[in-house]
Nanobody
């Protein structure tokens, strides 16, 4: 089992930035790709981006490319999502995920953290 706990959500104005963090614990977390999903009100959950087990590469959904970055600290077992140039459409609950394969096919989910972008 892997436990994931997100933090850093909140209210931000359009055009602003926000950094989300995820603390992972449990089974050897370096065995997992890590990443983020989000779910906006009334919409299905969608993949945001992921980072490889080694931290050497990242991959993103088209809407996140150029605005979002993901990093991981292999010592602290944390993953961060840095979001810039935020838009009201980015308002959602953001979930940290872990996957033995790719982050867009998660095996484990965090409880989520709310991000609200005001216009």
């Amino acid at each position: 089992q892997v436990q994931l706990v997100e933090s850093g959500g909140g209210l931000v104005q359009a055009g602003g930035s926000l950094r989300l963090s995820c603390a992972a614990s449990g089974r050897i977390t370096s065995m997992y790709d890590m990443g983020w999903f989000r779910q906006a009100p009334g919409k299905a959950r969608e993949f945001v981006g992921g980072i490889a087990k080694s931290g050497a590469s990242t991959y993103f959904a088209d809407f996140a490319k150029g605005r979002f970055t993901i990093s991981r600290d292999m010592v602290k077992n944390t993953v961060s999502l840095q979001m810039a140039n935020l838009k009201p459409d980015d308002t959602a609950i953001y979930y940290c995920v872990a996957s033995i394969w790719r982050a867009d096919s998660p095996d484990y989910w965090g409880q989520g953290t709310q991000v609200t972008v005001s216009s």
